[in-house]
């Protein structure tokens, strides 16, 4: 294995910018406006408001091409961008002539401050660089926060744009992202590397105590970033290509943890409908582009989003440990607040989904905001030929199963379900929202449900 | 005509002040120790253990002040060192370091010791310790007691209404450093330089002369940097003044919210007195608002809401009085609307209630109690175009077909069951103009230059609400050249002294003017050498050639202009007086949809009829319009300040604290100006539009307000809905469930 190094590359506007020396938890945020690119803005530190987007070139899953990703740079370690090719809002104009999407924010009224524009613009930029114009996503820019124009005239810029312009960056984007680099950086006596296969990973956690595995960053991020948190050694599982698998068999499909929520949207193409309704409600495409499955679970927050998707659709983990891997019911997964199955050294290295899938399932979610938002309360409600599941976050300690509840649910008894959660649930009351509205809606969740079912919505 | 900066947004290439970071080598970061407790004793201070750290080159404590430390813009009641900590995190001493990291490092290792106090983190405590800044503050006509007991009818009730952060999304920031002979520089993300520079010299012990604050533009500010960018900026200077360095103070987000004022938020109890037909006979109203730790803009702010609890309707006797309370919280501040909000909810939320009451609809109650010409206010002013409160609202229920909306909505409502609709129109009224008259002034010093382009100074600050856009516009056509000829500098206080905040509205009003009386100087000198030279034979010369030649025969290209705001006054003993140049008026309409099971709720469609005078820039102007009204919906429905036990706010993130997304832009949005309305003395005959339009967002609230009465409408108790602000989707299910029982 390579010995630690000080340094490393990446390219950024197209121009190779040599790394030395820096802590890894700079931020790529911080690291180009140090370049003196002042375009990207740190509005909350957090990923909610996208002021600080840049794009990302990234290999396109199945695709002998690359793709250009919006992130939240103020979430991506500089380290985890070693060898790859970075464009901020200074790049996306070319000899002085703006780009396309630049012109439409400026004619239409766009900005007014200013400081959340760049970030707009490179979200924009990069919907116009994935699709034609006709299957663009008008969600496509809901990460990007606005205070000033209310946003009509950021939506007026964004219907106006035509098919994807030529350009360095849609060039670019014709040939595949550079391959991921194994990078073993040190400085300032913290760690960061990027191993390039489950067993060199697994050996790298062994040999380094303290060490924490990190794939989007979109969590462990945002402690780094609010509460100065400083993590010894991460090891990025980004690169990891056993993670990244995405199989289908007659039997179920498997998805490896490291792909991030925007990859499996794209592999997934034969996903039930309560997917599709899920994942725009899971988080902004900002965070979709950056944050993986493994992540979301492996954080084990009572109030991530896919758990009580995956627990009603029956989902089991697969771990890995350089003694073998296992495979358990997701339901086994959550031990207690934010505490997993995992034992240290293991990696949640996949997700696996049983067929059929159930052919009615309902993901809600009540949350203050109706997107990008953290849930007050999710419930997820699945009836398969096997019976009722119903699954809920935000409602206890982990996100969890209610088997009494789905036993009524499955002979059609709503109002026995409803009490059986009434005193199975025990949430708390937060500024999200009160322990009282978390039962309601726990309860009144289940009633939509068969509101819906029974045709009366 | 776009935004003059719109092309440097777009690129990246706009600079805001953190931006200005890398042209300082030698530049210190400063950082803050947090006090733990909202309310406490400092008892011992000891920062020498930060020195240990590597990078720390220095502490500001007390003893490090030269002048007066304390940044508090009027009671001085603001120590930026204090022995008394009196709200959450309040900052004791500050470490300055080579890097952040290194500064973060030495604050945590400054040895602090505190004896908590008991402490004050509601309206309803502070009431009951009688904790107030100031009041009772009193406007009355007639006799209110009277008038509500001969009613007909009389209803009274209880209203609180939550604040809201700006989230401006540049957080505050100062970068100072020494000038070139002996003075300081600071640079400061602030609505009010001069007064940055007041609070600077007077942190400092030195003339204001020796202090240069400037303000290039703002990533938002909404009047939460009016007063408050003043202790951020005095601190850098501070960290300057002792270490001969250039320091930057920047607040991260987090931190930003823990330390900022944000809107007040208002308890309000009243009682009405009101006729068969919905008509006001009386209203009594307290009001107290959350002033926070400190004093600051509170005075002002509760002044205008008493000043617009009448909003566009004509109430025969009122007696409103109001408090501002003393919490352990943040120092409640202005916010775009200026207390003029908290005032205006309460009588449509009044007004809604006895609508109910009578079984009328709430369209017809309005209307009924608006001013009509020659009515004069609670304050003894009488209300200018009165009849456009009137015009605005038939255009608006004819444009948006208000009429056959609410019978579809009717038939959709009586045909679901698990959702329902609202509708609901209603009307602003605002005054403009600050209500401390002597604010009401502004200057500019306009500089042409030999080949005709011409820099133009004013006292006005840019936050993107385009008052550059607009000036230069005012410059160019009032010089008589292409707005590319006028470039709008940095605003600095030394090129403009003493200004007033760019606040009120009336930043166009005051600094447009100003700049045309100066250009308008510079015009006739030009004019008159025009008629020598056309004497001479030399005809049609460019305005290049025109400011050549008027160099060559020594005449000045500058000058500065002044105006000051005609016929305005206020005597707050009697509480009576013209405060407001004129009013500007608007009405909105909007239809939501909620869902029963949960009381999320989404906005369908708004239309908009805004009186805007004759618009200097309707692209500015429609964005205000519609910034303003999103800004007010997410007031009014979804952002929340919740603060813990503690004094700790809970909701202190973006993560937490949740503003208007995407998704929250009604799918339908139209905005009209108001035709044939061009206002007489204001330049231009334009009229304000920063505040007004985030009052016409009551429109959403009222009509969740219908949609959650449709929910009742079965029930045997029907009628007045009571829904405190935010109308969060808790609040709406528990207001459901009211409704249903």
């Not at chain 1, 200074?90 to 760049?118: D, R």
């Not at chain 1, 209610?402 to 937060?430: M, R, Y």
């Not at chain 2, 008991?118 to 008038?147: M, V």
Request: proline share 6%; aromatic share 8%; charged share 20%.
């Amino acid at each position: 294995m390579d010995a630690d190094c000080a340094q490393f590359r990446l390219s950024l506007n197209g121009t190779a910018v040599r790394i030395h020396g820096l802590p890894p938890q700079t931020t790529l945020l911080d690291f180009v406006r140090s370049q003196g690119l002042t375009g990207a803005k740190e509005g909350c530190a957090e990923g909610e408001c996208g002021a600080c987007a840049v794009l990302l070139i990234s290999q396109s899953p199945g695709e002998n091409r690359a793709v250009c990703r919006a992130v939240n740079s103020c979430l991506v370690p500089l380290p985890a961008v070693a060898g790859r090719e970075v464009f901020t809002v200074e790049g996306l104009s070319e000899n002085g002539t703006l780009a396309e999407v630049q012109n439409a924010m400026a004619a239409a009224g766009g900005s007014q401050c200013g400081y959340c524009t760049p970030g707009f613009v490179v979200s924009m930029f990069a919907e116009q660089h994935r699709c034609d114009p006709d299957h663009r996503d008008l969600h496509a820019l809901g990460g990007n926060l606005c205070r000033c124009t209310g946003y009509r005239p950021i939506r007026d810029a964004f219907l106006s744009l035509g098919h994807t312009p030529e350009g360095r960056i849609q060039q670019r984007l014709l040939e595949p992202a550079s391959p991921p680099q194994r990078l073993r950086y040190r400085a300032n006596n913290a760690g960061f590397s990027t191993p390039l296969s489950l067993d060199e990973a697994l050996r790298l956690a062994a040999e380094t105590p303290d060490s924490r595995f990190v794939a989007g960053n979109t969590d462990l991020g945002v402690v780094t970033n609010l509460r100065d948190t400083r993590f010894p050694d991460l090891i990025s599982l980004q690169a990891v290509p056993e993670l990244k698998h995405f199989t289908e068999t007659p039997d179920a499909v498997e998805i490896g943890a490291a792909l991030t929520l925007t990859e499996i949207g794209e592999r997934w193409q034969t996903a039930p409908p309560v997917f599709r309704e899920w994942l725009p409600l899971f988080a902004s495409l900002l965070i979709r582009n950056s944050a993986t499955l493994g992540g979301n679970l492996a954080t084990a927050s009572p109030i991530g989003d896919s758990a009580p998707l995956l627990l009603a659709l029956d989902a089991a983990v697969r771990i890995a440990s350089l003694q073998g891997d296992r495979l358990i019911p997701l339901t086994e997964f959550f031990c207690g607040y934010r505490k997993t199955a995992l034992n240290p050294g293991e990696i949640l290295s996949s997700v696996r989904i049983p067929k059929p899938f159930p052919h009615t399932a309902r993901f809600f979610k009540v949350a203050k905001r109706s997107l990008d938002d953290i849930s007050t309360v999710a419930v997820c409600i699945a009836i398969s030929g096997r019976g009722a599941r119903i699954a809920l976050g935000g409602v206890a300690a982990t996100p969890l199963r209610v088997l009494e509840a789905e036993d009524f649910l499955s002979n059609g008894d709503i109002e026995g379900a409803q009490q059986a959660l009434e005193h199975t649930l025990h949430p708390l009351s937060d500024h999200r929202g009160s322990a009282a509205y978390r039962l309601a809606m726990a309860k009144s969740l289940l009633a939509k449900f068969r509101a819906e079912h029974e045709g009366q919505i | 005509m776009v935004h003059e900066s719109a092309t440097a947004h777009v690129t990246g290439e706009a600079l805001y002040t953190d931006d200005l970071l890398a042209r300082f080598p030698g530049l210190l970061h400063a950082w803050p120790v947090l006090s733990p407790h909202a309310h406490a004793l400092l008892l011992h201070l000891n920062c020498a253990p930060a020195l240990e750290e590597p990078g720390v080159v220095a502490t500001l404590a007390a003893e490090d002040v030269p002048g007066e430390g304390n940044s508090g813009a009027n009671r001085h009641d603001e120590p930026l060192f204090p022995d008394e900590v009196t709200f959450h995190s309040q900052p004791v001493a500050w470490v300055l370091a080579d890097s952040l990291e290194a500064a973060k490092l030495g604050a945590a290792r400054v040895e602090a010791g505190y004896k908590p106090l008991p402490h004050i983190l509601s309206i309803a405590d502070a009431i009951g310790a009688q904790s107030f800044h100031s009041g009772p503050h009193r406007i009355q006509r007639g006799n209110s007691t009277e008038a509500i007991d001969a009613a007909p009818h009389a209803l009274s009730g209880e209203l609180h209404i939550g604040g809201q952060e700006h989230f401006y999304l540049e957080t505050q920031c100062a970068i100072s450093r020494l000038d070139d002979s002996g003075g300081i520089l600071v640079d400061s993300s602030t609505q009010h330089p001069s007064e940055t520079q007041e609070v600077v010299a007077r942190v400092l012990g030195i003339p204001r002369h020796l202090v240069t604050v400037q303000c290039l533009r703002m990533g938002g500010a909404f009047g939460g940097k009016e007063v408050q960018a003043n202790p951020w900026a005095a601190i850098a200077a501070l960290g300057t003044w002792k270490t001969q360095r250039p320091v930057r103070v920047r607040l991260p987000r987090w931190l930003d919210m823990a330390l900022t004022g944000k809107r007040h938020p208002f308890f309000a109890k009243f009682r009405a007195g009101f006729e068969d037909d919905g008509r006001l006979r009386g209203i009594e109203l307290q009001l107290y608002s959350d002033g926070g730790w400190s004093l600051d803009l509170s005075d002002p702010v509760l002044w205008r809401a008493l000043f617009h609890c009448d909003n566009a309707y004509l109430i025969p006797a009122l007696d409103a009085t109001g408090w501002v309370c003393q919490t352990n919280k943040t120092s409640q501040t202005a916010f775009r609307g200026f207390g003029g909000p908290q005032g205006m909810i309460v009588i449509e939320d009044i007004l809604d209630r006895i609508a109910r009451r009578l079984g009328l609809a709430p369209h017809l109650v309005r209307e009924r109690n608006f001013y009509r010409e020659g009515d004069v206010t609670h304050y003894g002013q009488t209300v200018k175009d009165a009849s456009r409160i009137a015009r605005i609202w038939d255009e608006l229920k004819i444009s948006s077909d208000f009429d056959q909306r609410r019978e579809a909505i009717a038939q959709y409502n009586r045909t679901h069951r698990h959702t329902k609709r609202g509708l609901a129109i209603t009307p602003v009224k605002f005054g403009i103009s600050f209500t401390a008259t002597f604010f009401n002034q502004a200057g500019a010093l306009v500089l042409v230059y030999r080949d005709g382009s011409v820099q133009v100074n004013h006292g006005g600050t840019e936050m993107g609400q385009g008052l550059h856009t607009k000036i230069r516009r005012i410059a160019a056509e009032a010089l008589g050249v292409d707005p590319e000829a006028v470039r709008i500098m940095t605003t600095s206080t030394d090129k403009v002294p003493n200004t007033s905040a760019t606040a009120a509205s009336a930043g166009t009003d005051l600094n447009g003017a100003a700049v045309f009386d100066a250009c308008r100087q510079i015009k006739e000198r030009l004019r008159g050498v025009e008629q020598d030279l056309a004497a001479e034979g030399q005809l049609n010369l460019t305005f290049a050639q025109l400011t050549e030649a008027a160099y060559r025969r020594r005449v000045s290209l500058f000058a500065h202009g002044f105006y000051r705001t005609p016929d305005i006054h206020f005597d707050p003993k009697t509480a009576t007086g013209k405060p407001f140049h004129y009013f500007a008026y608007g009405a909105a309409v909007a239809e939501v949809e909620i869902d029963g099971f949960t009381g999320q709720n989404r906005t369908l469609r708004v239309d908009i009829l805004q009186d805007v005078g004759d618009s200097l820039a309707p692209v500015v102007d429609r964005g205000q319009v519609e910034g303003g009204f999103i800004q007010g919906l997410g007031w009014l429905t979804l952002e929340e300040l919740i603060w813990d036990e503690n004094g700790r706010l809970a909701t202190g993130g973006a993560s937490t604290y949740k503003l208007p997304s995407w998704p929250e832009m009604p799918p339908v949005f139209n905005v009209a100006f108001l035709s044939r309305a061009a206002e007489p003395d204001v330049i231009h005959g334009s009229k304000a539009i920063g505040e007004p339009p985030l009052m016409l967002a009551f429109a959403v609230r009222e009509a969740i307000r219908d949609a959650i009465a449709a929910f009742g409408a079965d029930s045997p108790s029907g009628g007045v809905v009571t829904l405190d602000s935010p109308a969060t989707p808790e609040r709406i299910f528990w207001a459901l469930q009211r409704a249903a029982n």
